[in-house]
């Protein structure tokens, strides 16, 4: 049978079992891989592709109607038997903050029209009439007189004077000015994120695998203290501690009264990184290992005095 690549495979072709049920479509081709559902199946695990459907060897993606589990919500357990390498991501998620223009107000000005009364003094000239007869000594009347002296008539004289006379002007007493400038304010947004931690729970028994007495919390030994105790001297491994090559990244680390603590997630020279869910990740030192059993690794520290060993901490930049 000739081997499936991935010129032969599409994103979104139909993945059966090798009983014929249905395990989901194809999310995404990788360099030998494909992942349906977030689960990663190697091009070796192929059977055959037949049009828009991929079948896998009987081996690979086996029922999973009586071996699927329910748990918490969110959680299901499923049991995948799969050959070759298995692959299970860590997702996490993160913050990611983008700027949008938005309307945060506005400034209203108004103008408003009012009235009121003003009085303005001004002067005004005007031309007052004074009749005033006088009595004179009898004369000759002359040609200026008789002209016109046996008329009767009616003689005008004009009266002149100022009167006022209002108009208005408009005139600019003062402005308002509004002007708008960007400013800059540094704001915090808090979002809840989710992460995925996989631990690994191996409860399988090997051959050679032999019981062996855990320690006892009324006889444990009393903590270390000096340079020892506050991870100074790191690098000596005490009398019957295990060898550093019996110690692997994804043990199970249990303190010396038995209680879970997390997992190895980084082996350096003189210590290891303690993975805690929920806490901080410490570098424990190499000389704190009591045992290695299997796939769990034993502190000589009870769980209640781990913190207040002065371990140091990663950066959390």
């Given at each position: 049978?000739?081997?499936?690549?991935?010129?032969?495979?599409?994103?979104?072709?139909?993945?059966?079992s090798?009983?014929?049920?249905?395990?989901?479509?194809?999310?995404?081709?990788?360099?030998?891989?494909?992942?349906?559902?977030?689960?990663?199946?190697?091009?070796?695990?192929?059977?055959?592709?037949?049009g828009?459907?991929?079948?896998?060897?009987?081996?690979?993606?086996?029922?999973?109607?009586?071996d699927?589990?329910?748990?918490p919500?969110?959680?299901?357990?499923?049991?995948?038997?799969?050959?070759?390498?298995?692959?299970?991501?860590?997702?996490?998620?993160?913050?990611?903050?983008?700027?949008?223009?938005?309307?945060?107000?506005?400034?209203?000005?108004?103008?408003?029209?009012?009235?009121?009364?003003?009085?303005?003094?001004?002067?005004?000239?005007?031309?007052?009439?004074?009749?005033?007869?006088?009595?004179?000594?009898a004369?000759?009347?002359?040609?200026?007189?008789?002209?016109?002296?046996?008329?009767e008539?009616?003689?005008?004289?004009?009266?002149?004077?100022?009167?006022?006379?209002?108009?208005?002007?408009?005139?600019?007493?003062?402005?308002?000015?509004?002007?708008?400038?960007?400013?800059?304010?540094?704001?915090?947004?808090?979002?809840?994120?989710?992460?995925?931690?996989?631990?690994?729970?191996?409860?399988q028994?090997?051959?050679?695998?032999?019981?062996?007495?855990?320690?006892?919390?009324?006889?444990?030994?009393?903590?270390?203290t000096?340079?020892?105790?506050?991870?100074?001297?790191?690098?000596?491994?005490?009398?019957?501690?295990?060898?550093?090559?019996?110690?692997?990244?994804?043990?199970?680390?249990v303190?010396?009264?038995?209680?879970?603590?997390?997992?190895v997630?980084?082996?350096?020279?003189?210590?290891?990184?303690?993975?805690?869910?929920?806490?901080?990740?410490?570098?424990?030192?190499?000389?704190?290992?009591?045992?290695?059993?299997?796939?769990?690794?034993?502190?000589?520290?009870?769980?209640?005095?781990?913190?207040?060993?002065?371990?140091?901490?990663?950066?959390?930049?």
């Amino acid at each position: 049978m000739a081997a499936v690549t991935g010129s032969q495979l599409r994103e979104g072709m139909e993945v059966h079992s090798g009983e014929g049920q249905s395990l989901g479509t194809i999310e995404r081709i990788n360099r030998d891989s494909i992942t349906v559902r977030g689960q990663q199946y190697e091009f070796t695990s192929i059977e055959r592709v037949e049009g828009n459907r991929v079948h896998l060897t009987r081996r690979v993606g086996a029922s999973v109607d009586t071996d699927q589990r329910s748990g918490p919500a969110g959680r299901s357990d499923r049991v995948v038997e799969a050959q070759g390498e298995l692959r299970v991501p860590e997702v996490e998620e993160r913050l990611d903050v983008e700027k949008r223009p938005v309307e945060l107000g506005e400034v209203r000005i108004d103008k408003r029209v009012t009235e009121a009364e003003q009085t303005v003094s001004v002067e005004l000239a005007h031309e007052e009439v004074r009749v005033e007869q006088r009595a004179t000594e009898a004369r000759p009347a002359t040609e200026a007189d008789l002209r016109g002296a046996f008329q009767e008539g009616t003689i005008r004289v004009p009266v002149r004077g100022e009167e006022a006379v209002v108009s208005k002007q408009a005139v600019v007493t003062g402005e308002v000015v509004v002007n708008k400038e960007r400013t800059t304010e540094r704001e915090e947004v808090s979002e809840t994120v989710r992460r995925t931690h996989v631990e690994v729970d191996d409860d399988q028994r090997r051959e050679g695998d032999r019981p062996q007495t855990q320690p006892q919390t009324g006889a444990r030994a009393a903590p270390t203290t000096g340079a020892a105790a506050a991870g100074g001297a790191v690098g000596a491994v005490g009398a019957g501690a295990p060898a550093r090559g019996q110690i692997t990244e994804g043990l199970e680390v249990v303190s010396a009264d038995g209680e879970r603590l997390g997992r190895v997630k980084e082996l350096r020279e003189e210590d290891f990184l303690l993975d805690r869910s929920g806490q901080r990740d410490l570098y424990v030192p190499l000389g704190a290992v009591a045992q290695v059993t299997g796939t769990q690794l034993t502190l000589s520290t009870r769980a209640d005095e781990v913190d207040g060993m002065n371990w140091p901490k990663p950066s959390l930049l």
